[in-house]
């Protein structure tokens, strides 16, 4: 959405395209060389940092909309998005927004009725992707954004930081029985590489012999007969990850390890 | 809901008290003696059981909203009560509601843009409770209720038996993290005892030796020092849960053990 005759229409008739009183929030983590982030949008209108989101339209399906909102926002598709909660437990969660600050900062008239002002509960999202490759876009409603370290995540609009919170929470929780991770490693890789993003993403030391033998055990990856040449006497095994087992949990979006 | 006045009233003006679009599904689990049962209900104008379920009021907290639905079906309060998932993939999801059974089984004259017959998203909550400690009520609209066995589960309306069958899923792989099963077992229990809740739970067997281990590693029981007599020389240990790990679990709504 670029064009002031795009917003205009959107802020005038959105409720008629879109469902009104359930927006999408979309958490985007980023992993590169030991670092885990977040992508965060900085807002014309709102004063502050937030999520990347959207609305459903009308007939579209949920998980396709989440799907197009992130594909908006950062030409990313294919994605293992995964649902994690419902924020609805604020019922002015729409308090930072109103027709004043629509009015200054866009230049846009909007009634006090407008569907953009009323109560509207928020439906979190999470993906995991490798930052480096990710280019974001902004748009009529956003001036910046930037990937910021999930230690230093500043004051969010509305209820986000809460949202921030539990996809992190639900991220760490659910890493070793969900597909995730599949794409931030190459096809092949060491203990220590897969070691290392499981240590960043969970933000804590994991005992290394321990570590392996659960991955293993919960057939998640399987050691190869390569090595990889790293310098005199220093060859470690190659692994990779176990495709049935992912492509299974990619489809139910669940491993089965209960 | 019971007299034709309030139900009038709910058909015709509802969308007003409440948010349309959104609806919550409560899936009811209960457990006793040594089986796993879900609450349905019969509606009257849906020609099949479906879930006990209804609409947030516009200033209602979801949480609020949930925990409201399931007393007013169940008279039961104060339950650990868990969000797992939005269904919104269906657009149509209301096929199956219209103008016509209204009139016919209701006697109710309803418009054919009525909200109610509009696209709604519904956000699934489960419940484990001892079903035989539970009255449930009908109203208007249902006309009878039952516990099914969770592994004869009838059709049920719209899309309910995929949420049937992910909240399952849910509480299978939440057990050893979440305060499943605090209030299913007397204050002290034997092994067995506890080993045969969850057996049931997963509908599977599990290794009681290893089980036990990972109960007490995870610190959700402990041992004490009384022992129960059940006959000559067989005198098991009694357990109780952690109080202080399932006080956290429940305000958190999960146990930290990743």
Redesign the interface.
């Known amino acids: 959405m670029n064009s002031l005759e795009e917003v205009t229409d959107f802020v005038k008739n959105g409720h008629k395209h879109y469902?009104?009183?359930?927006s999408i929030d979309n958490v985007i983590f980023g992993y590169h060389d030991q670092q885990l982030k977040i992508l965060l949008l900085k807002w014309k209108g709102l004063n502050g940092w937030g999520l990347p989101g959207g609305f459903?339209k009308?007939?579209?399906?949920?998980?396709?909309a989440a799907h197009r909102i992130l594909e908006e926002r950062t030409s990313l598709s294919n994605l293992f998005l995964q649902?994690f909660?419902?924020?609805?437990?604020?019922?002015y969660r729409v308090k930072e927004r109103n027709p004043k600050d629509f009015r200054d900062k866009f230049g846009l008239e909007v009634d006090e009725d407008n569907w953009l002002f009323e109560?509207t509960?928020s439906?979190g999202f999470f993906a995991l992707v490798d930052y480096s490759k990710v280019s974001v876009t902004t748009d009529f409603f956003t001036e910046d954004y930037q990937w910021w370290d999930v230690n230093e995540v500043p004051d969010l609009l509305f209820d986000q930081n809460e949202v921030v919170d539990k996809a992190l929470?639900t991220l760490?929780?659910q890493?070793?029985?969900q597909p995730i991770g599949y794409n931030l490693l190459p096809s092949t890789f060491t203990l220590p590489e897969i070691h290392t993003l499981y240590e960043t993403i969970?933000g804590k030391e994991l005992d290394q012999r321990n570590f392996s033998k659960k991955l293993t055990n919960l057939g998640l990856i399987k050691k190869l007969d390569e090595r990889r040449n790293i310098g005199p006497h220093r060859a470690p095994y190659l692994y990779q990850f176990e495709k049935e087992t992912y492509e299974e949990a990619l489809k139910e979006g669940?491993v089965h390890t209960?």
Chains 1, 2 share one sequence.
């Open positions: 469902l009104p009183h359930i459903i009308r007939r579209e399906p949920l998980s396709e649902q909660e419902v924020f609805g437990d604020s019922p109560r509960l439906i929470l760490r929780l890493i070793y029985h969970l669940i209960y």
